[in-house]
C-alpha cells in the first residue's frame, strides 16, 4: 500500500501545498481521499486522472472537496469523450451540495451523476476495491469521517478534521501510520470539538499504540517545526511531516511462519 501527500494544508491552501488530498493505491487500484483545493493539481503528478478508481470525501468543507469540481469537468469533457462515472463515498447530501458549489442546479438534471456515484458514508466496514475501509465520525462540527485502511495486513489510519476524539483512537488502534491532523498550536485556550495540535495528535497516537505518526492539516500560519517538537515530547516513535508529493510505502506484511 502506497501513500502519496498531494496537499496537507490545513484549512486553505498554503505558499508550499494544496489543501488535504491524499492516494492511496494498491495491486493497481487508486483511491483518492479528500480532494480539497488544489489537491487535483498535484494529483496529476503522481497518476493519470482517468485511472482513478474511487474517491473518498472525510468531509464537506472547502479544503476536503472544492477540487471535485475540477475533477467533474476533467471527467465529463475528457478529450476522448466522457468517461464513466466512478464511485464517490461521502457524507450526507454530498452530490447535491458538490453540484451547487460548481454552479450546476441538482434537480432537474444529472449534477454530477454522470461523473461520479455518490455513496453515503456511514460507521461501519466496507470493502473499496482491495482496501477494507472501517470509517467513524470524528470530533468535527460538520458530519466528518475517519477512516481506517487495511491492506496486505498493514494498517493506515486517517484523522480528517477532529478535537479529541475516542473513536480515532480505536480507528488507529496497532495501525502502521496514523495519518493525523495538527492543525493548532499548543497552548491553554484551545479551542475545543474542532482540531488538535502536535501535542494532542501525539497522544491519540501513544493510545491508539500507533507505530509511525504523521502530522498534516498543517496550518500555514502555525510553525509546523513547533508542532513536530510539541509531537516529539509525547510521542516515542517515528513522526513526519507531511509535505505535498512526499510518499509513503507500507509493505505487505511477511507472512506468519508455519
Avoid at 447530501?93 to 453540484?99: N, S, V, Y
Avoid at 478535537?163 to 480505536?170: I, K, N, P, T, Y
Avoid at 479551542?191 to 496550518?219: F, I, Y
Amino acid at each position: 500500500m502506497r501513500l502519496t501527500i498531494l496537499g496537507c494544508s490545513g484549512s486553505f491552501p498554503g505558499p508550499e501545498s494544496p489543501a488535504s488530498g491524499y492516494l492511496l493505491e494498491a495491486e493497481g487500484f487508486r483511491l483518492v481521499l479528500d480532494l480539497g483545493n488544489g489537491a487535483l493539481g498535484v494529483l496529476q503528478r503522481h497518476a493519470d486522472l482517468y485511472s482513478i478508481d474511487a474517491v473518498a470525501l472525510s468531509h464537506l468543507h472547502a479544503d476536503h472537496c472544492l477540487d471535485m469540481c475540477g475533477y467533474w469537468v476533467a471527467r465529463r469533457y475528457a478529450p476522448g469523450g466522457p468517461q464513466p462515472a466512478i464511485p464517490c463515498y461521502a457524507p450526507d447530501r454530498a452530490a447535491e451540495r458538490l453540484t451547487l458549489a460548481y454552479g450546476l442546479e441538482p434537480d432537474p438534471g444529472p449534477g454530477m451523476a454522470d461523473a461520479f456515484t455518490f455513496h453515503t458514508l456511514a460507521p461501519g466496514t466496507r470493502p473499496i476495491g482491495p482496501f477494507q475501509v472501517t470509517t467513524a465520525r470524528m470530533n468535527h462540527p460538520v458530519e466528518t469521517y475517519g477512516f481506517r485502511i487495511e491492506h496486505g495486513g498493514r494498517v493506515l489510519a486517517y484523522s480528517a478534521d477532529t478535537g479529541l476524539s475516542d473513536a480515532l483512537v480505536e480507528l488507529a488502534r496497532d495501525a502502521d501510520l496514523l495519518l493525523c491532523e495538527a492543525t493548532f498550536a499548543d497552548g491553554p485556550d484551545l479551542r475545543p470539538n474542532l482540531h488538535l495540535s502536535g501535542r494532542q495528535a501525539a497522544e491519540h497516537a501513544v493510545r491508539a499504540r500507533a507505530r509511525h505518526l504523521v502530522l498534516t492539516h498543517l496550518a500555514p500560519d502555525v510553525d509546523k517545526q513547533r508542532s513536530y517538537a510539541e509531537a516529539g515530547a509525547v510521542f516515542g516513535g517515528p513522526i513526519s511531516l507531511a509535505a505535498s508529493g512526499q510518499t509513503f510505502e507500507l509493505a505487505p506484511s511477511d507472512p506468519l511462519p508455519l
